[in-house]
């Protein structure tokens, strides 16, 4: 859920990614060529945009739009790099971008502010004027191609997981995602839920994954917290999976005796806090990325495991009018 490795990379990305030079390897990436051979092969035109919901000027669209990319690589960059602490490679900061191989082959949920179209009639009204505030990153294991794992894979051994429970169980990865300073707020988090929601519904997605990050380098500073997950919510036997060997953070770091439960949860950053609220499980082991300057968890997701009270609340897809939108509570 946040910007790539070097590293990281190449245990995520097989085949002809890694034939070539890292210099290479971002020429061919950043190719119309490869995006749009990895893109057309899924049925979903580049003009195609679809609305999961709206409160207010915000809306909630699925896109895979090039334009919209951009904005959503842009907005990322801004959170990523210049509001917290990633350094940008030379072509990254040249482009103001955040982008990698697998936003050519991922769907993106993109939060726009439809404000700055207000006093335009709506014939002339254009998308350009729109500001993109919040953005979702999703791969659905059947976008996968041969040989092409997902981008948690970089950090965690979820190769296991996903043959043991395949083909009963579809799985998606959650990533890339960040608000817009101004705009964060229970209203655009719950729409971009919404969208999520939304669409793992639509496809049938029954487990979700991904990597979630806390601040800073020195797990010490998160023991409490991250001993608290230790305990209280790492995976059972059935789901677990382990950081890879020469990455593994013992997160087992204080007595279950010893943690002060309202202390640890204040401590949790707001997006680990959202999964667990909702039935998430956590893996077994931290990882340190330097280069970003996080320490990473691992959400695993099963869908059964989620109150069927959030999907009424965040509506199903389509339906522009649900709980969420009307600011009504979960019953």
Not at 18 to 29: G, I, T, Y
Not at 35 to 55: C, D, M, N, Q, W
Not at 90 to 100: E, L, V, Y
Not at 144 to 170: D, V
Request: a positive charge; charged letters at 25%.
């Amino acid at each position: 859920m946040k910007p790539e490795t070097e590293t990281h990379l190449k245990r995520r990305l097989s085949g002809r990614f890694l034939r070539k030079a890292p210099q290479a390897m971002a020429k061919l990436v950043s190719s119309s060529g490869l995006h749009r051979a990895l893109r057309v092969p899924f049925g979903f035109s580049h003009s195609e945009v679809k609305t999961y919901g709206r409160i207010g000027p915000l809306e909630v669209r699925l896109t895979r739009s090039r334009s919209d990319i951009r904005k959503a690589q842009r907005l990322r960059y801004s959170v990523f790099y210049n509001e917290m602490s990633a350094t940008p490679s030379i072509i990254a900061r040249a482009h103001g971008r955040d982008k990698d191989p697998y936003d050519a082959i991922c769907d993106h949920l993109l939060v726009h502010d439809t404000s700055l179209n207000e006093g335009h009639p709506t014939s002339s009204r254009s998308t350009a004027r729109e500001q993109v505030v919040g953005t979702y990153r999703v791969l659905r294991q059947d976008m996968l191609r041969e040989r092409q794992e997902f981008y948690s894979q970089g950090e965690y051994n979820i190769t296991p997981l996903i043959a043991s429970k395949s083909p009963r169980y579809r799985f998606m990865e959650l990533g890339r995602s960040c608000v817009l300073k101004p705009y964060r707020n229970k209203r655009t988090v719950e729409l971009l839920w919404k969208g999520l929601w939304s669409y793992a519904r639509e496809h049938d997605i029954d487990v979700m994954i991904g990597c979630a990050s806390f601040m800073g380098t020195d797990p010490r500073e998160h023991a409490m917290a991250l001993s608290f997950l230790h305990h209280e919510y790492l995976a059972t036997p059935d789901w677990r999976v382990k950081a890879h060997d020469d990455l593994y953070v013992d997160m087992n770091m204080i007595p279950k005796d010893q943690i002060n439960m309202k202390n640890a949860l204040r401590s949790l950053p707001p997006l680990i806090k959202g999964y667990l609220r909702i039935g998430a499980y956590i893996g077994d082991g931290a990882v340190i990325d330097q280069q970003f300057g996080t320490t990473d968890v691992l959400i695993i997701l099963p869908v059964e495991r989620i109150d069927p009270r959030y999907f009424e609340y965040f509506g199903v897809p389509n339906e522009r009018q649900s709980r969420v939108a009307a600011g009504l509570p979960v019953r």
